[in-house]
């Protein structure tokens, strides 16, 4: 089976404008989450969906938002972009919305000049 | 309480060494507690994981050891190699199936 693939993987964006991560999950799996990687920082949760329904949110603020379609790629979108918006974005799938292990994406490395 | 805290932030070892990577929580409803590993440029993968109901686990050269009473888990490589470098991260489960992430630790294997 094909691993979680995300698109771009790199990408350069100046402050105020918006962008669109894209994420495919691993053939059958319904759950995708996605999570802000800073240095130091660790992980950061921003926002899972299952079965195109968003299931938790996490502490960002309104600017960061998530899709999913119907065949379980999802999206997210930041608008108004932010220095501090720099990062790794990365995305994992799951079978289901209970299931324990998250497979990971290679992520999309987003900086904001 | 959503807090998982990990230390050390890096650590360097001589190849053969046993690394310790400790974690602290302190959300006793927690009930799922995975270790990832992190190569550069790649996303985070599931090296092992543990339950609360068990002490111990061992996976090859990987070990969860785990202390419900104290809150504390930590991650131990045996006979460690330069292939082990990387950045390890623990992690808890909540009861909102959210997993909960330590700030990492950057491993280094001297050879």
């Known amino acids: 089976k094909a691993g979680v693939t995300q698109t771009p993987r790199y990408l350069i964006k100046t402050r105020g404008q918006q962008v669109t991560l894209s994420c495919s999950p691993i053939s059958g799996h319904r759950s995708v989450s996605w999570y802000q990687q800073t240095p130091g920082q660790g992980l950061q949760f921003l926002f899972e969906y299952f079965s195109e329904t968003q299931r938790n949110k996490g502490n960002f603020p309104g600017r960061f938002s998530g899709r999913q379609f119907s065949n379980s790629r999802s999206e997210m979108n930041v608008s108004t972009l932010e220095l501090g918006d720099s990062a790794l974005y990365l995305c994992a799938s799951s079978l289901d919305d209970n299931t324990d292990t998250q497979y990971f994406g290679p992520g999309t490395r987003l900086t904001v000049l | ?111």
């Open chain 2, 1 to 111: 309480q959503q807090q998982v805290k990990q230390s050390p932030q890096s650590l360097i070892v001589q190849k053969g060494g046993i690394p310790i990577i400790n974690c602290a929580y302190e959300n006793t409803a927690f009930d799922y507690f995975p270790w990832y590993q992190q190569f550069p440029g790649k996303g985070p993968a599931l090296l092992i994981a543990i339950r609360p109901d068990v002490s111990e686990k061992k996976e090859g050269r990987f070990t969860i050891s785990f202390n419900k009473s104290a809150k504390q888990f930590s991650l131990h490589i045996m006979d460690s190699q330069p292939g082990d470098s990387a950045t390890y991260f623990c992690a808890a489960r909540d009861s909102n199936y959210q997993l909960i992430w330590g700030a990492g630790t950057k491993l280094i294997i001297k050879p």
